[in-house]
């Protein structure tokens, strides 16, 4: 009788599968996100919902990208979280180093740039996991394809004659000398005192930026016509026009720097869009996200307090107060956040939190993963699942509660970081030490509506942005 009971609720419930293709990655009620398993792969032909009122984002790796180029050599992800830890590194060494430098005034500033020692740590290093906008530059108007960074304030594309180097890039490098609107920046000019690092070439202001992974740019600090999109022109637009550069960049152009500092895009822009920029970051290179600058944010977005950290001025701090796992939440002391502090950046791939809170929160989640068998750890991910003999899956739901009573509930792609299907993690690592700094990594902002607004000080999230 019981088996026949169980026979019959299967084939219902198979029914419902059967009859609501949209179950895939729906939060279905009791607390987990049921999943069709070959969902988790990433398509190979870019799925473009973009609708042109804003930038196009996409992953720099996949069909989305205009650099991608298809290649026989399958992704490692080996590689890709061994650069995120170096990328998380250098994020905590600067936050050390800066420290430290607080009690000295950086004597690099307004020294000649052949003479100039940069700071060790001015930026951090790139892993290959990264997001690219596209915009334009100069008169007339030349397309670059970006590297988008939260974590960086100046804006820098590579230049030409490149009499230094460059690296080799997709698109044409760009020509100051063919820019109607190009001028170069005085070094007595404000604009280039608010640089961290500044030299003088006879009197043209010079920048230079250099990354963790001893990446690095330099060469003059320029102004020209930034082009976002048709409506979207900022004249006057301070960027670095690289003469020197060196890194793992891959084939993009530069970098937008959209972090919290007088230099950063969003800054030099508060007079147009009020110091409010938005995107959603696309769960698979196979889609499409979206970067906007200032208008209306979507309704269902809630907002939580920016916090400042003057030893880290460029990036944006959030209070993270909680964690829920399959709707209950974590018993985790609050000072366990509150004494490492959590940033949101959108070059770290994987989430860091304090030891304490991932123990936590992968104790839970394993307890509710049990009837799957487990595969080896992926790099920095210990918690892995084989999932490839299984065509629908259910994965515990995983929510972050921010300060003013925010919970962000994460997208199942969110949750989880797909090697292969004999191998899926959960994404999110644990700290080596209490008091390194916990991150908001892009794996779990994923499909999320972001928005910052630097005036009023407060970030807000939202559900299904992309
Ligand atoms: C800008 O400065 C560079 C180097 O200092 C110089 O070679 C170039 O001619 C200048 N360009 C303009 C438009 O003044
Ligand atoms: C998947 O199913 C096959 C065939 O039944 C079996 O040999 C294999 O051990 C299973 N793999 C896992 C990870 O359960």
Redesign the pocket.
Known sequence: MASLFYSFAFIFLSSIFIHQPYVTGENSGDHRHIIKVHSLLPGTSCKDSHNGNSLKLVHRQGPCSPLFKHSKKPINHNQILAQDQSHVDSIRHRHRSSISTTIEPNKARRAPVAATKIPAHTGTSFSTSNYIVTVGLGTPKHSLTLVFDTGSDVTWVQCKPCSSSCYSQQEPVFE??KSST???VSCSAPACEQLDTSGC????C?YAVQYGDNSYTM??F?KDTLTLSNSDVLPGFYFG?G?NNKGLFGKAAGLLGLGRGPTSLVSQSTAKYGGVFSYCLPSTSASTGYLNFGGAAPANVKYTPMITDSSMATFYFLKLVSISVGGTKLSISPTVFSDAGTLIDSGTVISRLPPAAYSSLRQAFRQKMTKYPTAPALSILDTCYDLSNYSTVGIPTVALEFGGGVVVDLDFSGILYVSSLSQVCLAFAGNGDAGDVGIFGNVQQHKLSVVYNIANKVVGFGKGGC
């Open positions: 100051p000398t190009y001028s170069n070439s006879g009197t043209t010079q060469g003059s320029s026009c003469d």
